[in-house]
């Protein structure tokens, strides 16, 4: 069984930053891709962020493009979405997750392990 926890939500200003972490237990972590999502109150979750199990590769919605930065440190079982310059529309809970190897990384189908999320509050 996988667990993956969340950390580093919270409020900030806009234009502030937040650095997310996302903490994993078990020994194969290195061996997955992993996501970010979000889901803001009545929206669909969606895709944010992912990136590949060694951390050479990393892709972005456009929406979070050029402000948001996924790394991994796989000696720690962690992953991390750093957020700049962010925007009261980037309010929601963000969730990290692992991906099913060889699936699709923008669809939150792909995945099969989910944290509980964290929640990311920007005021304008």
């Known amino acids: 069984q996988v667990q993956l926890v969340e950390s580093g939500g919270g409020l900030v200003q806009a234009g502030g930053s937040l650095r997310l972490s996302c903490a994993a237990s078990?020994?194969?972590?290195?061996?997955?891709?992993m996501g970010w999502f979000r889901q803001a109150p009545g929206k669909e979750r969606e895709f944010v962020s992912a990136i590949s199990r060694r951390g050479e590769n990393s892709e972005y919605a456009d929406s979070v493009k050029g402000r948001f930065t996924s790394s991994r440190d796989n000696a720690k079982n962690t992953v991390y979405l750093q957020m700049n310059s962010l925007k009261p529309e980037d309010t929601a809970v963000y969730y990290c997750?692992?991906?099913?190897?060889?699936?699709?990384?923008?669809?939150?189908?792909?995945?099969?392990?989910w944290g509980q999320g964290t929640q990311v509050t920007v005021s304008s």
């Open positions: 997750a692992r991906r099913r190897v060889g699936f699709f990384a923008r669809s939150k189908n792909s995945y099969d392990y």
């Open positions: 078990g020994r194969t972590f290195s061996s997955y891709d």
